[in-house]
């Protein structure tokens, strides 16, 4: 069972936006998830997709090291993760001139795809 990973920390999308778009993909062959990562319009799309691009290229990388033939793109995405990051805290006036904290949130994402 070939399996691989890939992982993107510190990308400044809030999670509960970036799982709309993970949830999209989860459990799709890898052609299906370009496919649908390249007409979903949301900012996490991209980003997903380059993650994407990266445990295909990682799956094609341990393929080659082991000397066997894989099709990538009937790989599954078998599991997306999408957790917390820190918040960077910004400091906006509110009424009466009170400072009022904005966070701005970062997500920690992990794909993985696998053959079955």
Known sequence: MAEAIARARFIPLAPRKVRLVADQIRGKKVDEARATLAFTVKGAAPVLAKLLASAVANAESKAAETRQRIDTDEMVVRQVLVNGGPSMKRRLS??????TMIRKRMSHIELVISDS
Request: glycine share 16%.
């Open 94 to 99: 509110a009424p009466r001139g009170r400072p």
